[in-house]
């Protein structure tokens, strides 16, 4: 088992519709920590940070107008695996064909919206999650 810290966003659409709570209470129920927390309506600059790697892709820009949208939750979680497993709890990119039982696959929708309106956001790997975790908390 290996101990690490994630970055775990709700992103606006999923802050918008209520669903921060829900989200929290999977993410306890699995066993992980919340070691940070905070709502906030990210600058474009953090967004073009956090976003840097996707920066002059098609995606880039509208994908940055709607994290700046409204409020996210923007929360360090912490235990064994939990980069992989809030993956895993997630479920796949697309609402549309995340499995049941994940947090995309019972909450999100297919609004004829691009993808990135999927409720959450979690790191990809423990280099992503230290780089993320620094722009949303710094000092951490």
Same mark, same amino acid.
């Given at each position: 088992? +290996? @101990? ?6 709700? &992103? ?7 669903? @921060? ?8 129920? &699995?066993?992980? =920590? ?22 002059? &892709? ?10 700046? +949208?409204?409020?996210? @939750?923007? =929360? ?11 993956? +895993? ?30 409720? =959450?956001?979690? +790191? ?17």
């Amino acid at each position: 088992m +290996s @101990t690490e810290r994630s970055l775990v966003l709700v &992103k606006p659409d999923g802050y918008a519709r209520g669903l @921060t709570g829900e989200v929290l209470r999977r993410i306890e129920a &699995k066993g992980y =920590v919340l070691t940070a927390l905070q709502v906030l309506t990210p600058t474009t600059e953090m967004l073009a940070a956090h976003y840097a790697e996707h920066e002059g &892709k098609p995606f880039f820009e509208p994908l940055v107008a709607f994290m700046s +949208s409204g409020p996210v @939750t923007a =929360v360090v979680i912490e235990g064994d695996n939990c980069i992989k497993g809030f993956r +895993s709890l997630a479920g796949a990119t697309n609402p549309t064909e995340a499995a049941p039982g994940s947090i995309r696959g019972d909450l999100g929708r297919d609004w004829g919206r691009p993808v990135q309106e999927n409720i =959450v956001h979690g +790191s990809d790997s423990p280099e992503s999650a230290a780089r993320e975790i620094a722009i949303w908390f710094p000092g951490l």
